[in-house]
């Protein structure tokens, strides 16, 4: 398996000087399987743009564009791209849409296309000329075919998110964003008078299994891509509840499920180059955080797995 990443930023695309080694864009892994150079796509955030015209360069010559996208959620930075993903205005081009499945009042399609409209985007959904699918995921497994078997793990986020876990050919290759760690929700202060001393427990039981599950997904992983928005202190002072993770908790539970390789991600707009390059130069060095090792995205990255 060979990745590549063409949009490691979150929240927001954030262009500027100060973001240009990293890059700005927000969420877009490309995934091809060597031997038969089967594509598929994690997330169309804002990097999904440069994919597509890649893919129009690399792939169409060679026949019609055939692809997969799995999205992790449908946040907007990870669906903002898609209204510019060039494959999907070509005749020709089969594309199958995978996504969480929600209970909400609209439909993968009507999210996902639904931006384009009219009223946001001067292309409308119906005018596209590729052949486009969706398909609703579970916590599941499935074989895609050509030896690929996917498992999909939810996440703890604000919305339903899907980690997943690609398994070719003796190699393992996980996402684990958009997450964080997940909590006791119940009170654990005696003088709380919300306090219950069963159901603090129970919280913190729960918490914890809910951790180890998480990290059981991504366990002996070849390739880990953890979401890294915050550090520890940033997390803990008011960014609880917002669905990302510390980067220190990220390498930890990284070392803690013996996963050989692990990429931060999903980066805070407000990050800058030399900020990335400060961290970097901390966790990266050999030996400091664990067996793991730590490798800092950036855009246009490719790893072999």
Known sequence: MKIKFWGVRGSIPCPGSKTVRYGGNTPCVELRFKDTDRLIIIDAGSGIRELGNFIMG??????????ELFLTHTHWDHIMG???????????????IYGPETHEADTLEEIVGGQLAYRYFPVRDVELSASIWYENLKEEQRDLGDGIILNTKYLNHPILCLGYRFEYKGKVFCTAYDTEPFTNLFSTDPDDPSYDEAMAQEGAMVAKEQNNMVESFFAGA?????????TQAEYLDGKVGWG???IEHAVAAANRAGVKKMV?????????DDQLDALAADFC????YGSTEVIFAREGLELDV
């Open 222 to 230: 070849d390739l880990v891509i953890y979401d890294t928005q915050y």
């Open 264 to 272: 931060t991600f999903h980066y805070d707009p407000m990050r800058t």
């Open 58 to 67: 690399h792939d169409l010559p060679k026949g019609p564009i055939k692809t």
């Open 244 to 246: 990302h993770t510390s």
């Open 82 to 96: 898609f209204p510019f993903f060039v494959p999907a205005y070509i005749p020709g081009t089969d594309l199958m």
């Open 285 to 288: 060095e050999p030996g400091k």
